[in-house]
């Protein structure tokens, strides 16, 4: 509970400094229409998404120290009449207990089934899933949030409003997919409390939901920017969460992040339609957005260390309480109603949701794969080269302006995302080479 109180403690911390500017765009908003909606500031919106979390974090909060302090757990189970029950019970408090034998039910370790195509091939195969994937999800999250649906030369048209039943429906598909492929895919034992993944769930739904928020008040390319720049922050909570040390080039390449994204931010003012293309609001939530996803990272990192659940147990994990925090949260706030009317007035709309889902699932997919075969080096490269491509087909396809100082900070940004690649390629080779060497300098000194 106390991690959820650090949490919410950083979303206030992160609001304050907004909630001024927002109470002028509310004022402006009724002076100008008096028919806006209050829940149309993201303030408010953010405040009734915590409120709805709270509802079912509170709960389960009291159910988990009555659990504990009942000794229910030391009771026994199916010899005292539990069962299934109190399997399902011990299963989210408390976990399962870790097997090593195949005795005792537990797995033997196997080493990673080779594929049968060429190395070459797949890697081709995962370079085009994770660029098609996480490409068109992009360009498709800048259409949703930031444009009309139904406009036309006598209409309007509308935008859509509710970043919280987008989150929603990407976490729904890739619960299904992480289900799918665990059927269908040998696993390892699962031992980890289910409650565990609720903390880094809560946080990766704050982050989606910044995401999605800020798209409202900055650009595209200033949301992958700041993406980009979240080894900051990352490094940050690495000190705070896992006590972590850093290497000297770690953050001389973080430095040049950050010069590179104050250059392109400073350059940016209005676009040529006249809405505001950088706002106070959305720097704030773009570091709400930096903070949430860094914390998600860093739990899920520690959750791996201790239980060794894989990636696809983890994925369930996390969407699944994503799932509950925000289907609970839109029940009591009308978003299915609101989301669900605004799929059917707008199949254009629904096609979106409905592919942007469906690649934010497979992209998933092929993250965890790719690390698997080619491990992290490779897929930080082919990631980072999405970004780089993310920013110039927004600004082709949307027309987002770009001076020559604005091209020069993101040059800055990509060269400093590319040199922490190369170095700390280069540190785990020497490792590497380090560690072949010590068994032949302890055989030659045996000798001696």
């Known amino acids: ?25 509310f004022e402006a908003a009724l002076k100008d229409e008096p028919k806006s909606n209050w829940t149309d500031f993201w303030i408010i919106r953010l405040a009734l998404n ?46 399962a207990e870790q097997k090593t034998s195949l005795e005792e039910g537990g797995t033997k370790s196997s080493t990673q089934d080779k594929p049968k195509m060429s190395r070459a091939v797949l890697l081709i195969l995962c370079v085009a899933g994770l660029q098609g994937s996480y490409l068109t999800w992009g360009v498709l999250q800048e259409r949703v949030m930031a444009h009309e649906y139904g406009k036309d030369d006598t209409n309007p048209g509308e935008k859509f409003k509710n970043s919280q039943f987008l989150v929603f429906m990407n976490r729904v598909l890739a619960l299904s997919a992480a289900g799918l492929v665990m059927m269908l895919t040998k696993q390892p034992r699962h031992v ?7 903390y880094c769930s809560l946080s990766n739904i704050l982050s989606s939901w910044c995401q999605y928020e800020a798209l409202k008040f900055v650009s595209f ?39 590179g994204v104050t250059m392109f ?22 570091v709400g957005y930096m903070t949430f996803d860094s914390f998600t990272s860093n739990w899920q990192a520690e959750l791996y260390k201790q239980y060794s659940m894989s990636s696809i147990q983890m994925m369930f994990g996390v969407n699944l309480f994503s799932c ?18 605004f799929m059917l007035k707008y199949s254009t709309f629904m096609f979106h949701v409905s592919l942007i889902s469906i690649c934010s699932a497979t992209g998933q997919l092929f993250i965890f794969y790719t690390i698997s075969q080619f491990g992290a080096v490779v897929f930080t490269i082919i990631m980072t080269t999405r970004q780089a491509i993310a920013i110039f087909l927004s600004c082709i396809i949307y027309g987002h302006p770009v001076s020559v100082s604005g091209f020069l900070g993101i040059m800055v940004v990509f060269v400093a995302l590319f040199l922490k690649v190369y170095a700390t390629a280069k540190k785990k080779s020497a490792k590497a080479k380090q560690a072949s060497q010590a068994p032949s300098q302890t055989i030659d000194s045996n000798k001696v």
């Not at 980890?192 to 609720?198: D, G, I, Q, R, T």
């Not at 509950?324 to 009317?341: D, K, M």
Request: with cysteine; net charge neutral.
């Open 221 to 259: 390319p200033t949301q992958v920017l700041a993406k980009a720049s979240k080894i900051i922050p990352v490094m940050l909570m690495g000190k705070v969460v896992s006590s972590k040390s850093y290497e000297y080039y770690e953050y001389f390449t973080a430095g040049m992040i950050s010069v």
């Open 50 to 95: 915590l409120l709805g979390y709270a509802s079912v974090i509170i709960p389960a909060w009291l159910i988990i120290r009555y659990v504990r302090s009942s000794g229910y757990l030391d009771r026994g189970g199916e010899e005292n009449g539990h069962g299934c029950w109190f399997k399902t019970v011990k299963s989210c408090v408390a976990g």
């Open 1 to 25: 509970m106390a991690k959820f109180i650090h949490l919410i403690t950083a979303v206030l911390l992160i609001t304050v400094p907004a909630i001024s500017e927002d109470v002028n765009e």
């Open 265 to 286: 931010l400073l350059t940016q003012g209005k676009e040529d339609t006249g809405n505001t293309a950088t706002t106070i609001s959305g720097v704030v939530i773009l």
């Open 324 to 341: 509950i925090f925000t289907s609970w949260a839109l029940l009591e706030q009308g978003g299915f109603v609101e989301g669900i009317s």
């Open 192 to 198: 980890a409390p289910l409650y565990k993944y609720s």
